[in-house]
């Protein structure tokens, strides 16, 4: 079945310092979505993409889906202690979601 | 607006005693129901999913089973638990059909002794 791949699992970086994390796979994939996990909380959705080359913005989050629809980025500029958490991508298959293993936002004290 | 309750927060159980996990949604109707086990420090792993009253589809074979009396409430059991079914149950939901974006709960933390 489908898989996709996320890298890296943990990034640490200093307050005011960009982070990003990549979502791979070897097939096409026909939409892609992205949730966060604030430690010791639930996933919350943040966004759905399903056009090739596709970028949406949330402040300062920018979501791209690839040209060929093989991966996905998160990137945020300039993080904050708000941004502390685990980043997912997530694949919707049939009813279900195909999750990455995410990658874990560390803010270096 | 939707609402996902999931009730207890925290449990402690010992091994071999039966679990009851229950999830209810409001403000919607028909959705799609999950139940998913996050180990500490890890991904998600999808347990059950249902797509109507009384359809249950099982991912990951193992000692515990789910329930859909009703529409709108998912119901995770175990006749005995054990030590390896420690970890945070998540329950979801999404509108009916494939392709949209899943809802979780507050969590459920369990811890098996």
């Known amino acids: 079945g489908q898989q996709v791949m996320q890298i890296p699992q943990y990034q640490h970086v200093q307050e005011g310092e960009d982070f990003t994390t990549y979502c791979n796979s070897s097939t096409t994939l026909s939409n892609i979505q992205w949730y966060k996990q604030r430690p010791g909380g639930h996933p919350v959705f943040l966004i759905q993409?399903?056009?090739s080359g596709e970028v949406k913005k949330q402040k300062r989050l920018t979501f791209q889906f690839g040209e060929a629809k093989k991966n996905s980025s998160l990137h945020i500029t300039a993080t904050q202690t708000t941004d502390v958490g685990t980043y997912f991508c997530a694949l919707n298959s049939n009813y279900q979601l195909i999750w990455g293993a995410g990658t874990k936002l560390i803010i270096k004290p | 607006s939707q609402t996902i309750h999931q009730w207890p927060a925290t449990l402690v159980q010992p091994v071999g005693s039966p679990l009851s996990l229950e999830c209810t949604v409001e403000g919607t109707s028909n959705p799609n129901l999950y139940w998913y086990r996050q180990a500490a420090g890890r991904g998600l792993q999808l347990l059950f999913y249902s797509v109507g009253i009384g359809q249950i589809s099982s991912e990951v074979p193992q000692n515990l089973s789910a329930s859909r009396p009703q529409d709108r409430q998912f119901i995770l059991s175990s006749k005995k638990l054990l030590l390896s079914d420690s970890g945070f149950y998540l329950c979801?939901?999404?509108?009916?059909?494939?392709?949209?974006?899943?809802?979780f709960g507050p969590g459920t933390r369990l811890t098996v002794t």
């Open positions: 993409l399903v056009k």
């Open positions: 979801a939901w999404s509108l009916g059909g494939r392709s949209y974006e899943q809802y």
